[in-house]
C-alpha cells in the first residue's frame, strides 16, 4: 500500500492505489463496501469540476436587450410610416431612417445634393409636420450624408 501527501487535504495521508495490470479494480480499492456511495460521489464531483454551458446572468442581459430592440423597430416603424407621408417621393428614395436617440431622429441621405434639399424641405415646416404625426416623441431630425446604412427603414417603401 502506498501513501503519499494529498495537496487538497494539506498534509493527510491518503490511500493510492498501486498500478498492478493483472489486479482487478475492487481488489486495489480496499475499504469501499458501498459502490454506489462511491458513484454518487464520482458524479458530484463531475458535477463540479466540469465546465458550465454558459452564464445565466448573460441570458437575462440578452433576453432585455433583445426586447428593447424589437420595441426600437416597432418605433421606427411607426416613425417610417410619418417620415413617407411627409417627405417628397422623389427625395425619400434617397433616404433611410438610421435610429432615435433622446428625441432626435437620425435620417440617412444618400448624396449630398439630396440632403441640402430635404435640409430646405424639413426647414419650411415639413419637420414641423413629421414631429406633429409621428407618434413617438421627436424633438428633432437629424441628416448625415453617405450611404443609407444596413437594415434601415427605407424611407420610400
Known sequence: MMTEQNPMNRGAATFIPARVPHMSVSTRIEGVSDWSKAIAEIESLRLIRNKRDFDHAAQAIFEHESRTLQRMAGHLAAAA???NEVCPPSLAAATSLVGMSRGVLTVAVSNASAKYEL???????????????????????RL????????GERGAT
Open 81 to 83: 410610416e410619418a417620415w
Open 144 to 151: 448625415v450624408a453617405g450611404e443609407p446604412a444596413a437594415g
Open 119 to 141: 435640409d430646405r424641405v424639413l426647414r419650411s415646416g415639413a419637420e414641423r409636420e413629421f414631429i406633429r404625426r409621428c407618434p413617438m416623441t421627436v424633438r428633432k431630425v
